[in-house]
Nanobody
Framework: QVQLAESGGGLVQAGGSLRLSCAAS????????LGWFRQAPGKEREFVAG????????YYGDSVKGRFTISRDNAKNTVYLQMNSLKPEDTAVYYC??????????????????WGQGTQVTVSS
């Protein structure tokens, strides 16, 4: 089982930037993929970005391509989400996620083995 702890959420104006961090522990860090999901009130949990464990290849949801960057620091067992050009529609609770064993990328909730507690991101217009 992987334990995840997010940090870095907050309130920012439209056009601004935030960086989320997620520290992981419990399994060999490079043995699983990591990702970020978000959930706004009344909406389903949405895939934002993910990165594979072995190759570190990033993947993005269509709504954040070109604005968000995911990266992982294997020395620190940490994954980051750099969010630029933020829009009010990016407002949501953001969750860090680790893939189930044997899964390379947690691209949908059913592929997630562990969730973080969530961190609120609010973008004002």
């Amino acid at each position: 089982q992987v334990q995840l702890a997010e940090s870095g959420g907050g309130l920012v104006q439209a056009g601004g930037s935030l960086r989320l961090s997620c520290a992981a522990s419990g399994r060999t860090f490079t043995s699983y993929g990591l990702g970020w999901f978000r959930q706004a009130p009344g909406k389903e949990r949405e895939f934002v970005a993910g990165v594979t464990g072995t190759s570190g290849t990033p993947y993005y949801g269509d709504s954040v391509k070109g604005r968000f960057t995911i990266s992982r620091d294997n020395a620190k067992n940490t994954v980051y989400l750099q969010m630029n050009s933020l829009k009010p529609e990016d407002t949501a609770v953001y969750y860090c996620a680790a893939s189930k064993q044997g899964i390379g990328l947690p691209s949908t909730p059913r592929l997630v083995g562990s969730w973080g507690q969530g961190t609120q991101v609010t973008v004002s217009s």
